[in-house]
């Protein structure tokens, strides 16, 4: 856990300035995401066919709760960067990557994705690994 407001690191950047960073990363690409999801990508709610989903309406609906869920998460982590809904960024985003080669795009855009797992994973190890069940929830 960052032990003070204005913590420096090696090279005398604040931690608080990178922890910033890292709230704005991680929302910015949830955001980004929610909104195509509230939109209905197309190839979105196409890939749904691959895990027995054939109802483009019901895929079209899923993918709509999705995206408040990732717009609520984003919104979230800039208030407060809540250990719980960062571990289910870095899981949803790891997901999210590795759906694209499963679905038939090449792997490198899984790798390309890297950064959407990465980014709240690097902040939930920031702002400190839990180490009860009650501080998954702060």
């Known amino acids: 856990m960052i032990q003070q407001e204005n913590q420096k690191i090696s090279n005398g950047v ?3 300035h990178i922890e910033w960073v890292l709230r704005i990363s991680v929302a910015g690409e949830f955001i980004g995401h929610g909104v195509f999801a509230l939109q209905g990508k197309k190839d979105w709610i196409g890939w749904f066919s691959t895990f027995g989903i054939s109802d483009a309406g019901l895929a079209t609906q899923i993918l709509f709760f999705v995206g408040l869920l990732d717009i609520a998460l984003a919104i979230l982590i800039l ?11 870095v899981f949803w985003g790891f997901w999210t990557a590795l759906l694209r080669p499963i679905v038939g795009m090449p792997v490198w855009d899984f790798v390309e994705r890297s950064a959407n797992w990465g980014a709240p994973l690097a902040l939930l190890l920031m702002v400190g690994w ?9």
């Open 14 to 16: 604040n931690t608080k």
């Open 130 to 138: 839990p180490r009860s069940l009650k501080e998954w929830f702060r």
């Open 79 to 89: 208030m407060k960067p809540v250990r719980i809904a960062l571990l289910w960024m």
